[in-house]
């Protein structure tokens, strides 16, 4: 039964049930993310572009392409396509003190070791650049012991946070001092636009990388794993399954921070609650 006519609803293209539920099953394949009822609109609206930018008249050709393997190359922009970007600078604000004290605790007692970090789902990059802020307030220099991986399954947000460029309204939020310290004003054709400080910028390493790849090019221990909120897009059997492959990769006294609406004791029996939505080995 379609869920939209062109003749009922006056859309586009024509998207039935049979449709949402192929473009479910294929998502949960490829990135783990399990689409409930209500996105059925989100998905049309998104991946009607996909299929105006393909120039496909139908959802049915274009999913039978992806599947024959006909379009290999659309399949990252399938992927990122129904991706939820939400982020934002200091999203759930408590974390990040906590990060410091863990910082500095851990550099009094390995104080030749530089600190690991693994943020595992970066977005356009403000929370990797939000740990690299604080890191370089708890040490008071823009050089910390610090090398941070950040990485997310969709190619285009990687290419907006390693380009580290935003506009200038997306630091409302944010202290004076912080705004001075750590962002540079665009001028004349950039008015409007802020750069992250090319010093902050090398703190960070971005990299692509989809947590339900059978292989992870990644080198731990970490010190700290950021996974907030992702695990929210998965049923509990892939949480299951990434939290596992976490676990070797934290070291002794690592700490895992998820988000506000994750709860990951029901998961995993290696975890423990440190604090609120912050994790350690248990």
Same mark, same amino acid.
Request: aromatic fraction near 10%; proline fraction near 5%; hydrophobic fraction near 40%.
């Given at each position: 039964?379609?869920?939209?006519?062109?003749?009922?609803?006056?859309?586009?293209?024509?998207?039935?049930?049979?449709?949402?539920?192929?473009?479910?099953?294929?998502? /949960?394949? &490829?990135?783990?993310?399990?689409?409930?009822?209500?996105?059925?609109?989100?998905?049309?609206?998104? #991946?009607?572009? &996909?299929?105006?930018?393909?120039?496909?008249?139908?959802?049915?050709?274009?999913?039978?392409?992806?599947?024959?393997?006909?379009?290999?190359?659309?399949?990252?922009?399938?992927?990122?396509?129904?991706?939820?970007?939400?982020?934002?600078?200091?999203?759930?604000?408590?974390?990040?003190?906590?990060?410091?004290?863990?910082?500095?605790?851990?550099?009094?007692?390995?104080?030749?070791?530089?600190?690991?970090?693994?943020?595992?789902?970066?977005?356009?990059?403000?929370?990797? /650049?939000?740990?690299?802020?604080?890191?370089?307030?708890?040490?008071?220099?823009?050089?910390?012991?610090?090398?941070?991986?950040?990485?997310?399954?969709?190619?285009?947000?990687?290419?907006?946070?390693?380009?580290?460029?935003?506009?200038?309204?997306?630091?409302?939020?944010?202290?004076?001092?912080?705004?001075?310290?750590?962002?540079?004003?665009?001028?004349?054709?950039?008015?409007?636009?802020?750069?992250? &400080?090319?010093?902050?910028?090398?703190?960070?390493?971005?990299?692509?990388?989809?947590?339900?790849?059978?292989?992870?090019?990644?080198?731990?221990?970490?010190?700290?794993?950021?996974?907030?909120?992702?695990?929210?897009?998965?049923?509990?059997?892939?949480? &299951?399954?990434?939290?596992?492959?976490?676990?070797? #990769?934290?070291?002794?006294?690592?700490?895992?921070?998820?988000?506000?609406?994750?709860?990951?004791?029901?998961?995993?029996?290696?975890?423990?609650?440190?604090?609120?939505?912050? /994790?350690?080995?248990?």
């Amino acid at each position: 039964m379609p869920l939209h006519t062109k003749q009922e609803t006056g859309k586009e293209f024509e998207f039935t049930r049979g449709d949402f539920e192929r473009v479910r099953g294929l998502i /949960y394949q &490829r990135a783990g993310i399990s689409l409930a009822d209500s996105k059925q609109e989100m998905v049309y609206s998104r #991946l009607a572009r &996909r299929l105006r930018a393909t120039g496909i008249e139908s959802f049915v050709r274009y999913l039978d392409g992806l599947e024959a393997g006909k379009m290999p190359a659309e399949w990252e922009s399938f992927t990122n396509a129904l991706t939820t970007n939400l982020t934002s600078f200091f999203r759930e604000a408590h974390h990040f003190p906590l990060l410091a004290e863990h910082a500095l605790k851990a550099r009094r007692q390995h104080p030749g070791t530089p600190l690991t970090i693994w943020c595992s789902a970066s977005s356009t990059g403000e929370e990797p /650049y939000s740990i690299a802020m604080t890191l370089c307030e708890a040490f008071n220099t823009l050089t910390p012991p610090v090398s941070i991986i950040a990485t997310d399954i969709d190619t285009n947000v990687l290419a907006t946070a390693s380009a580290g460029v935003y506009p200038i309204e997306r630091l409302d939020k944010l202290e004076v001092e912080r705004k001075r310290r750590f962002f540079l004003k665009g001028k004349g054709a950039q008015e409007g636009l802020v750069r992250i &400080r090319p010093e902050l910028r090398s703190l960070v390493t971005f990299r692509q990388l989809n947590l339900l790849a059978d292989g992870w090019d990644l080198k731990g221990p970490f010190d700290t794993i950021f996974c907030r909120n992702v695990m929210i897009y998965f049923d509990k059997a892939t949480q &299951r399954k990434i939290l596992s492959r976490f676990v070797p #990769l934290m070291k002794p006294d690592a700490l895992l921070f998820a988000g506000h609406s994750e709860n990951f004791l029901y998961v995993s029996d290696s975890l423990r609650l440190r604090g609120k939505t912050v /994790y350690e080995l248990g």
